[in-house]
């Protein structure tokens, strides 16, 4: 099993709609939990950080299930903008502290 | 504000040959991460630089070395290159003692012909 799982997709969505994004993780020890955006043939781009308790920005909702080691990103009233490739990021933390990264799942919102 | 900078933006090798990537790290942090992210997957940890010293590394080879300077500035190398080290080398710095967010550079497409 991959450290971190996200289902590549794509996702193509019309303009308006809600769309949401999965990842597991397989180690329980893991204690930090981002969403990063990359835009093609670009750098990743730190979109939110997710809590345990669940947090909002606007349109974007990250939640985390420490219970079924999954974390999830929810985009609302999707823009065309939002087109890109959505990459889930675990920290293990401790001595071997570092980002394990998934493949990334991609979207496409149509006009 | 400088963000993290990275040169060249672009390189082309051919096998066997040997190359240097550069990074400065974002005003105040002293931590540098070196990724490999080949098309269509995901970055791939390299290794990460903290005082001058290696700390960590992923599943790569020893052709692959770095270096950090006292000013926090880092270098990636990589020896006797192989086709498959196509890819753009993203770097990406942090504050040790802080959060674990990590801010990327504009990355490096290194192309082996």
């Known amino acids: 099993r991959k450290e971190v799982e996200q289902d590549p997709g794509p996702f193509n969505v019309p303009e308006g709609a809600t769309v949401a994004f999965n990842c597991t993780y397989s180690n329980s020890a893991s204690q930090s939990f981002f969403w990063y955006r990359q835009d093609c043939r670009k750098e990743p781009k730190l979109l939110m950080s997710?809590?345990?308790?669940?947090n909002e920005d606007g349109r974007f909702t990250a939640q985390l299930n420490r219970a079924s080691q999954y974390i999830s990103l929810l985009i609302r009233d999707s823009k065309l903008s939002d087109s890109a490739t959505y990459l889930c990021v675990v920290n293990y933390a401790g001595n071997n502290r570092k980002l394990i990264w998934g493949l990334g799942t991609s979207l496409a919102v149509n006009p | 504000d400088a963000g993290v900078t990275q040169s060249p933006t672009h390189l082309i090798k051919t096998r066997g040959q040997q190359v240097t990537l550069r990074c400065s790290p974002k005003s105040g942090h002293d931590t540098v991460s070196w990724y490999q992210q080949a098309l269509g997957q995901g970055p791939q940890f390299i290794f990460q630089?903290?005082?001058?010293?290696?700390?960590q590394r992923g599943n790569f080879p020893d052709r692959f070395s770095g270096h950090q300077f006292p000013n926090y500035s880092s270098e990636l190398n990589v020896n006797a290159l192989l086709l498959g080290d196509s890819a753009l080398y993203l770097c990406?710095?942090?504050?040790?003692?802080?959060?674990?967010?990590?801010?990327f550079g504009p990355g490096t497409r290194l192309t082996v012909l």
């Open positions: 630089y903290y005082e001058e010293e290696e700390r």
């Open positions: 990406a710095s942090s504050l040790l003692a802080g959060s674990d967010t990590q801010y």
């Open positions: 997710v809590y345990s308790s669940g």
